[in-house]
Nanobody, 127 residues
Framework: QVQLVESGGGLVQAGGSLRLSCAAS????????MAWFRQAPGKEREFVGA????????YYADSVQGRSTISRDNTKSTVYLQMNSVRPEDAAVYYC????????????????????WGQGTQVTVSS
């Protein structure tokens, strides 16, 4: 059974930083592309970023490009999201997702690409 467990959410001050982690089990983590999505109240779940199975390729949403970094440690089956200069509009529930393939492609921006999802971790931003 595949499990993705996010951690690291909480209250962050605007302008500060956050680091989320997602620990995976039950899948061949090193063969899966991983992604972060987020969902704010009343809004659709949106793509934040993705990383290929090797970690060499990353994609980011325009809204977080330049202030976010996705990384992974295949020895720990864990993917990370580091976000700096956090803004009030970054407040959301953040979800980790795993794809069935390892490479990124134009589908990697969409929820349908991902077969497995975590339960999410809440990020609240104080201004």
């Amino acid at each position: 059974q595949v499990q993705l467990v996010e951690s690291g959410g909480g209250l962050v001050q605007a302008g500060g930083s956050l680091r989320l982690s997602c620990a995976a089990s039950g899948l061949i983590f090193g063969a899966a592309a991983m992604a972060w999505f987020r969902q704010a109240p009343g809004k659709e779940r949106e793509f934040v970023g993705a990383i290929s199975w090797t970690g060499y390729t990353t994609y980011y949403a325009d809204s977080v490009q330049g202030r976010s970094t996705i990384s992974r440690d295949n020895t720990k089956s864990t993917v990370y999201l580091q976000m700096n200069s956090v803004r009030p509009e970054d407040a959301a529930v953040y979800y980790c997702a795993a794809a069935r393939r390892g490479a990124l492609n134009r589908s990697s921006y969409y929820r349908e690409e991902y077969a497995y999802w975590g339960q999410g971790t809440q990020v609240t931003v104080s201004s």
